[in-house]
């Protein structure tokens, strides 16, 4: 489905320098912050909108996984 090499190269989107992702049954999962990414027709997607969070966790901030270098003046809007 997946083939290792392209499993090599895929990150969290969380934090694509650190978090590999692992190849569990139908879906990727993060190393790090346990993030469940769909593979819709042999590709996964790396969404964090699309992504279902680990059990327990209710917000992606909650996670080990942030966008640390993210800019500030992306989006400012807070909920
Ligand atoms: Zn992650």
Request: proline share 8%; aromatic share 2%; glycine share 2%.
């Given at each position: ?56 966790c209710e917000c992606i901030s909650q996670l ?16």
């Amino acid at each position: 489905m997946i083939s290792q090499d392209l499993l090599e190269i895929l990150r969290c989107p969380l934090s694509p320098s650190n978090a590999r992702l692992r190849l569990a049954n139908d879906h990727l999962e993060c190393e790090r912050c346990a993030l469940r990414f769909l593979i819709k027709d042999g590709f996964p997607i790396l969404v964090i909108e699309e992504a279902a969070l680990p059990a327990g966790c209710e917000c992606i901030s909650q996670l080990p996984c942030q966008r640390e270098e993210k800019p500030k003046n992306e989006n400012a809007e807070v909920k």
